[in-house]
């Protein structure tokens, strides 16, 4: 079976950085994506990890560690425009179903 | 290039009615997936397509849910005889022709279905 696990909401002010966990118990693994979703909207792609390891991408960055099911999203520089959910999902191994966590809603205030 | 396109964004439907959702992949696109996001929850899947093929429908209902994506036009998820419970985004993702596992998901804007 699946299991993935994020905090279900978090407060972070504009400018300060903010950590956003998921944890995960998967049968089989082909890598995890993040997406951004805003509310009434799709959920656009952000960042993908199937090593371990730290992936930069301007102000966003994603770490893995497989041995651990263990994900995070870090934002830097917040910005009001960064309030959204994010989403963490899992690429399993049979095919190429997503299987997604709850959503981690971030609220940022000025 | 146009991305994921869904049609229509809001429907709205009386119990027992049909809901046909359709979905047309990026261009250069031919797999297609559905998911559905009940109100506070997370996206579940449905169902991965490619040309005329269903390939994975674990995440399908058993009854009154059915998908297709044939060689010509879009996707179609259908829902026939719509219950309250059916009232959800639906939302459609595409991955490129080459379909190796991992490849990126692009997802459409949605339909947001409303059974009253």
């Known amino acids: 079976g699946q299991n993935i696990d994020q905090p279900t909401e978090m407060t972070a002010t504009e400018g300060a950085i903010v950590q956003i966990n998921c944890t995960y118990q998967?049968?089989?693994?082909?890598?995890l994506f993040w997406y951004q979703q805003h509310a009434g909207e799709a959920p656009t792609f952000l960042s993908y990890?199937?090593?371990?390891g730290l992936e930069e991408k301007g102000r966003f960055s994603s770490f893995l560690s497989r041995s651990k099911g263990y994900s995070y999203l870090l934002l830097k520089e917040l910005q009001m425009k960064d309030s959204a959910s994010y989403l963490c999902?899992?690429?399993?191994?049979?095919?190429?179903?997503?299987?997604f966590g709850g959503g981690t809603r971030v609220l940022v205030k000025p | 290039n146009a991305g994921v396109m869904q049609n229509p964004r809001h429907l709205v439907r009386r119990r027992g009615q049909e809901a046909r959702l359709r979905c047309s992949p990026m261009?250069?696109?031919?797999?297609v997936y559905w998911y559905r996001q009940l109100p506070e929850e997370g996206l579940k899947f449905m169902v991965y397509?490619?040309?005329?093929?269903?390939?994975?429908e674990s995440g399908m209902p058993k009854e009154r849910f059915s998908a297709e994506f044939p060689k010509e036009g879009p996707s179609i998820l259908r829902i026939q005889q719509v219950v309250r419970g059916d009232s959800a985004a639906y939302f459609c993702?595409?991955?490129?022709?080459?379909?190796?596992?991992?490849?990126?998901?692009?997802f459409g804007p949605g339909t947001r279905l409303t059974v009253l």
């Open positions: 993702a595409s991955s490129p022709v080459q379909g190796a596992t991992t490849d990126t998901q692009y």
């Open positions: 998967t049968s089989g693994f082909n890598g």
């Open positions: 990890n199937v090593l371990d």
């Open positions: 999902a899992v690429l399993g191994a049979a095919g190429n179903k997503l299987t």
């Open positions: 261009k250069g696109h031919s797999h």
């Open positions: 397509l490619q040309k005329e093929n269903i390939i994975d």
